[in-house]
C-alpha cells in the first residue's frame, strides 16, 4: 500500500505544479505517445530476457504492490517453526523429523506456519538442509560451505527482476524521445498548417519526452529499485535459517539455536527476545 501512496505523490506532485503554472491536462493526454513508449520498452525487456525472468518480473511486482513479506509477523513464525523442529530432533532423535521434512503439508508443525509455507524458497530451503542433516553425515563446515552456495545462488536469481526492471528505466527516457522525434516528423508534415494545430504537433512531440523520463524515474525506475531490496530481504530470512541450523548442529539447545538465527535479522524486523519468548511459550 506505501507504493500506491508514493506513487500518487508523485503523480499528484507532477500534475499539481503543472496546472497551478495555468498548464491545461487535456494537454498531457497523448495515447499514442504512450502506446509508442510503452510498447517499445515492453517489446525491447522480452528480447533481452528469458522467459522465466519475464514471467519473475512480473510475479515480483505484483507480490511488492501487495505489501512487505518478510516483516516481523513472518520472521516471529519462521523462529517459531524452527523451534519446534529443533525441539521435537533434540527430544525424539534426528530421524523424528524426517516425516515431517519430507512431506511438509501433511505435517502437523508446518501447517501451524501458513506464512512459511507459502514461501517454497524458505520451505524448500528449510526441509532441504534438515533432510540433508537427519540422513547424512556432513560437518557444521562441509554443511555451511553448501549453504553459503546455496544462498548466494538464490541471491543472483533474486536480483534477476530488479535488474531487468532497471534496464527497463534505462531505456524509457531513449523511448521517450523516439516518441518525440516521430511527433516532430509529424510536425513537419503540418508546417503549411494553422499555428494552432502545429503548437499541438509540438506540444505532443514534448509530452513523449515527458513520459519517457517521468515514467522512468517516477516508476520503473523506484519500483526496480523495491524488488532489489526486497531480494535482499528475502536472502536474510535465508541467512536466519542457516545460522540456527548451524547453531543446532553444533549441539547449542532450541532455544539458543534460534536466538542466534533471531540476531541475523535486520533490526526493524526483529521481533524482540521477549516477544519470541512469549510466542514459544503460546506456542
Known amino acids: 500500500m506505501i507504493k500506491f501512496v508514493g506513487f500518487l505523490i508523485v503523480i499528484a506532485s507532477v500534475l499539481g505544479g503543472y496546472v497551478l503554472s495555468h498548464g491545461e491536462l487535456l494537454t498531457l493526454w497523448q495515447p499514442f505517445e504512450l502506446l509508442i513508449i510503452g510498447g517499445s520498452a515492453l517489446g525491447a ?8 525472468v519475464v514471467k519473475e518480473v512480473f510475479k515480483a511486482v505484483f507480490h511488492s504492490l501487495l505489501g512487505r513479506r ?59 538442509y534438515l533432510r540433508i542433516i537427519s540422513s547424512g553425515n556432513l560437518s557444521a563446515f562441509e554443511l555451511e560451505t553448501l549453504m553459503d552456495q546455496d544462498i548466494e545462488t538464490s541471491f543472483q536469481e533474486a536480483e534477476h527482476p530488479a535488474h531487468a526492471l532497471s534496464r527497463v528505466a ?7 524521445i523516439v516518441a518525440a522525434v ?31 523520463i517521468l515514467l522512468a524515474y517516477g516508476f520503473v525506475g523506484p519500483m526496480s529499485n523495491a524488488l532489489e531490496q526486497e531480494a535482499r530481504e528475502r536472502i536474510k530470512a535465508l541467512e536466519c535459517i542457516k545460522t540456527a ?5 553444533n549441539g547449542i539447545p532450541p532455544q539458543l539455536a534460534v536466538e542466534f538465527g533471531r540476531k541475523t535479522i535486520y533490526s526493524s524486523e526483529r521481533p524482540s527476545f521477549s516477544a519470541l519468548e512469549d510466542h514459544l511459550r503460546g506456542r
Open 170 to 176: 534505462d531505456a524509457l527516457p531513449g523511448f521517450g
Open 45 to 52: 525487456f522480452i528480447v533481452s530476457n528469458p522467459l522465466h
Open 245 to 249: 541450523i548451524l547453531a543446532m548442529v
Open 70 to 128: 518478510y516483516g516481523q509477523a513472518l520472521y516471529m513464525d519462521l523462529l517459531s517453526l524452527l523451534y519446534e523442529l529443533f525441539n521435537k530432533a533434540r527430544r525424539n532423535g534426528l530421524m523424528s523429523i524426517e516425516e515431517d521434512v519430507e512431506d511438509p503439508g501433511e505435517s502437523d508443525i508446518f501447517d501451524r506456519y501458513p506464512r512459511i509455507t507459502h514461501e517454497p524458497i524458505l520451505l524448500e530451503f528449510i526441509c532441504d
Open 182 to 212: 516521430m511527433g516532430i516528423v509529424i510536425t513537419m508534415k503540418s508546417l503549411g498548417g494553422p499555428p494552432g494545430e502545429l503548437g499541438l504537433h509540438v506540444a505532443a512531440a514534448l509530452v513523449g519526452t515527458f513520459l519517457g
